[in-house]
Nanobody
Framework: QVQLVESGGGLVQTGGSLRLSCTAS????????MGWFRQAPEKEREFVAA?????????SYADSMKDRFTISGNNAHNTVYLQMNSLKPEDTAVYYC???????????????????WGQGTQVAVSS
């Protein structure tokens, strides 16, 4: 079983950048396909991006974020990153890292595809 820990959240002004990290312990992170989700207050958790190790590091994004966010993975550090640029107040949320042992990556934007979740890291964007 893998444990996931997110870090890198914080308070940033509109237009700023943050890089979130998701570090794994217990198993090698490239044994899983990885995703980032976020949940704003009083809203449902939503898909942000996915990193498919089993497809050679294929990355995909929610449409509203694909021009501003970049997901990447580093085997040596056992970490997946989410680089967020041009942040907006509506990006304010708790960001969660998730890992999936499944390979039918067509479902990668679905919460239920993921087996393991981190505790989340808070991102706040001020206007």
């Amino acid at each position: 079983q893998v444990q996931l820990v997110e870090s890198g959240g914080g308070l940033v002004q509109t237009g700023g950048s943050l890089r979130l990290s998701c570090t794994a312990s217990g198993r090698s992170l490239d044994s899983y396909n990885m995703g980032w989700f976020r949940q704003a207050p009083e809203k449902e958790r939503e898909f942000v991006a996915a990193f498919i190790w089993s497809r050679g590091g294929f990355a995909s994004y929610a449409d509203s974020m694909k021009d501003r966010f970049t997901i990447s993975g580093n085997n040596a550090h056992n970490t997946v990153y989410l680089q967020m640029n041009s942040l907006k107040p509506e990006d304010t949320a708790v960001y969660y890292c998730a890992g999936s042992s499944r390979n039918n990556y067509g479902l990668r934007s679905s919460l239920n595809w993921y087996d393991y979740w981190g505790q989340g890291t808070q991102v706040a964007v001020s206007s």
